[in-house]
């Protein structure tokens, strides 16, 4: 264990507390104008919340039921934004909703989708329509009696790969981004500014000084606020568990499912990585701690029992390959119904002793602009002026010419004939832009190095470990990719054995 003598403490004008997308949503924004900032997750970059997300960049059909509207115009507006920032791991999904008159009249939800297409400004998005089950491409998988459906435009976005491009957009723009470092404490520093305890995985403690601290730390949020922090907004949360199945693909077409529940919730089934279907998500009040949540049989079953009543193909537990869990940190409210507590966010500064932003709940949707408010006001805070420089601004690897993926797609591989067109085509969705700097000169499979697991070479593994913080077989598998879904059982003791012997060379 180990501190440092206070004169030679690091000062930074803003720490931001937490890596999951508002964190590293905020260093950034901060780090862009001209802030110096740090930032500390205490697991991996998106290690919760922001990697156990229903992937969508929507605005949220369903929160029109509950007059959401300023927070469903938010995400409305924001999805082209985000679209156009990242077209490599964000892209435009049509989502089929199959009609049942017994839950939902047909008016009602054309009301709905009207109000879904004109809440905001549309450029790319296609308006929904009216399908005949019978002729469309989504019918077939469905059962007989759907004949009359809903299809309307979101987005589809890899959330953990999202955090890791806004950590390292931040890192390039002077930011200091520790992963595996959690905030023991914060205290005044007696000169207007805080005192931050930073402890690293190994226990090591540091401490640096901050002009201004924003408590980013999702679920944490109110523990963390209520943990000694002198003068600190003391916003409730409620932790709400969603979690999410994945099994063999149910249906062989680019169109996802909105299917709604017998509860009244909606239930998702998205294509998936290729080869699969993303089903999900519930709703359940949880108690212990955000890093814990696991999904229950009940769930599982909950699950299965909802999509059954929709596909031919029915499905049970046994079916379930991969499952994930994740914790909501909602604005505490009156409301005795999970599902219709407020999803939109809601940001607090305090500024006895010294400035102290605090985020409670939000979407990955709206993160920019979350970070976007959140910056404005610790500048405002600090007696700064910089203007917000975001909304057109692209994240790594998503300078793509005309936001056309497969044009750039195509182009990588008339580039690499030598290299497999679906490795090609996976890291292209995961670098975008940035593919060059993991391939470097690469023109055949041997030029990248050892086969740690199939398709997963030394030169991506060290991209990963130098460049976007993985430390770990499962960082590497679950987080910066998803090749835990494809790749044979053994891989993470593969991959742990090859970071091991990666670590002791260097
Ligand atoms: C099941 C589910 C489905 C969802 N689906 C969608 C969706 O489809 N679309 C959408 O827009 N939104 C969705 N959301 C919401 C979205 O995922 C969250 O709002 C968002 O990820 C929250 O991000 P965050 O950064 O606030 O929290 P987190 O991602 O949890 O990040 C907070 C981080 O703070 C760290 N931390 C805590 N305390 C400390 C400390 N003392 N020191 C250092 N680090 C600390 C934690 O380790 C954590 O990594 C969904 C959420 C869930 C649970």
Redesign the pocket.
């Known amino acids: 264990m180990t501190t440092m003598d206070e004169s030679e403490l690091k000062a930074f004008d803003v720490v931001v507390?937490?890596?999951?997308?508002?964190?590293?949503g905020i260093a950034r924004d901060a780090a862009g104008r001209g802030l110096k900032v740090l930032l500390?997750?205490?697991?991996d970059?998106?290690?919760?919340?922001?990697?156990?997300?229903?992937?969508?960049?929507?605005g949220g059909l369903r929160y029109l039921e509950f007059m959401e509207f300023n927070l469903v115009r938010k995400?409305l507006a924001e999805r082209e934004v985000l679209l156009a920032a990242a077209p490599h791991i964000m892209y435009p999904m049509r989502f089929v909703m199959p009609h049942e008159s017994s839950l939902r009249p047909a008016w009602m939800i054309r009301i709905g989708l009207f109000l879904y297409d004109h809440l905001a400004r549309r450029r790319s998005l296609p308006a929904s329509s009216q399908i005949d089950l019978r002729r469309h491409a989504a019918g077939s998988a469905l059962q007989e009696q759907f004949r009359k459906a809903f299809e309307y435009s979101d987005g589809w976005v890899d959330?953990a790969r999202l955090?890791v491009l806004n950590a390292l957009g931040a890192q390039e723009l002077g930011a200091d981004i520790r992963p595996r470092?959690?905030?023991?404490s914060i205290s005044a520093d007696g000169q207007g500014g805080w005192l931050v305890t930073l402890e690293s995985c190994n226990g090591a403690t540091t401490s640096v000084q901050a002009r201004a601290v924003v408590n980013?730390?999702?679920?944490?949020?109110a523990l963390?606020n209520s943990s000694g922090v002198p003068g600190a907004a003391r916003h409730g949360l409620r932790l709400?568990?969603?979690?999410?199945i994945v099994v063999p693909k149910l249906f062989d077409h680019p169109y996802a499912y909105i299917f709604q529940a017998t509860d009244r919730r909606v239930i998702f089934a998205i294509p998936y990585e290729e080869n699969f279907t993303l089903i999900?998500?519930t709703d359940v009040e949880h108690h212990g701690s955000?890093?814990e949540a696991k999904i229950s049989p009940e769930e599982t079953r909950y699950l299965c029992d909802e999509v059954n009543r929709y596909f031919r193909k029915a499905i049970t537990p046994n079916d379930v390959v991969h499952s994930y869990?994740?914790?909501?940190?909602l604005l505490e409210d009156e409301s005795t119904d999970a599902r219709a507590v407020s999803?939109d966010y809601a940001l607090e500064l305090t500024t006895t002793p010294a400035p102290l932003l605090s985020?409670f709940?939000?979407?990955?949707?709206?993160?920019r602009v979350l970070a976007e408010e959140a910056v404005n006001r610790l500048c405002a805070a600090l007696n700064v002026r910089h203007d917000p420089w975001t909304a057109a601004a692209p994240l790594p690897g998503g300078d793509l010419h005309n936001d056309d993926f497969d044009a750039f797609l195509a182009q990588l591989i008339a580039q690499h004939p030598r290299l497999p067109a679906p490795l090609l085509k996976r890291l292209a969705r995961a670098y975008g832009s940035r593919v060059a700097r993991v391939l470097g000169d690469a023109q055949t499979t041997a030029d990248l190095g050892e086969e740690v697991c199939p398709g997963l070479f030394a030169r991506e593994l060290n991209y990963l470990i130098s460049v976007e913080w993985a430390q770990t077989a499962e960082d590497i598998l679950w987080r910066r990719s998803k090749l835990g879904l494809h790749l044979p059982a053994d891989s993470a003791t593969k991959i742990a054995h090859w970071l091991e012997l990666h670590r002791r060379a260097a």
Not at 40 to 43: G, R
Not at 361 to 367: D, E, V, Y
């Open positions: 507390v937490g890596g999951g997308i508002n964190g590293a500390c997750e205490q697991h970059l998106a290690a919760h919340t922001s990697s156990s997300s229903t992937k969508l960049i929507h995400a959330d955090v470092t959690r905030c023991r980013a730390a999702g679920p944490w949020a963390f709400v568990k969603g979690s999410h999900g998500t955000p890093a869990s994740g914790v909501r940190p999803r985020v709940g939000g979407k990955i949707t709206t993160f």
